[in-house]
C-alpha cells in the first residue's frame, strides 16, 4: 500500500510560479512511475507530466516549456515546478504512483491551484 500526500497548491496570479509535491509512504518508492494530473471543473482528469524512477519525463502539450517534473528517490517525493501558470491551469491537482511490474496505481486526494487575478 502507498499513500500520497500533495502540498503546495494555493492562489497564484497569471505568469506566477507555484511548487507542487507529493510525499509518498509506503515501500519500494523507485518501483513506481510518478505523475500529476489534474481535472478542470467539468472537465475529464488529465495527465499533467510524469517521471520514471529512471528520470524519463513525459508532459502534456499544454504544459510543455512551463511545467517540470522531479522526483527524489530518497526523500521519496515527487515535485512538479509549474511556471508562466495561466487562468487555464486552475485544476485540483493529483499525484498518482503506478508500479512499473503490475500496473497497480494509487492516488493522493487531490489539491486545489487556482490561478486568477
Known amino acids: 500500500q502507498v499513500q500520497l500526500v500533495e502540498s503546495g497548491g494555493g492562489l497564484v496570479q497569471p505568469g506566477g510560479s507555484l511548487r507542487l509535491s507529493c510525499a509518498a509512504s509506503g515501500k519500494m518508492f523507485v518501483l513506481y512511475t510518478m505523475g500529476w494530473y489534474r481535472q478542470a471543473p467539468g472537465k475529464q482528469r488529465e495527465l499533467v507530466a510524469d517521471?520514471?524512477?529512471?528520470?524519463?519525463?513525459n508532459y502534456a502539450d499544454s504544459v510543455k516549456d512551463r511545467f517540470t517534473i522531479s522526483r527524489d528517490n530518497v526523500k521519496d517525493t515527487v515535485y512538479l515546478q509549474m511556471n508562466n501558470l495561466k487562468p487555464e491551469d486552475t485544476a485540483v491537482y493529483y499525484c498518482?504512483?503506478?508500479?512499473?511490474?503490475?500496473?497497480?496505481?494509487?492516488w493522493g486526494t487531490g489539491i486545489l491551484v487556482t490561478v486568477s487575478s
Open positions: 517521471i520514471t524512477s529512471g528520470g524519463i519525463t
Open positions: 498518482n504512483g503506478r508500479h512499473i511490474l503490475n500496473d497497480r496505481e494509487f
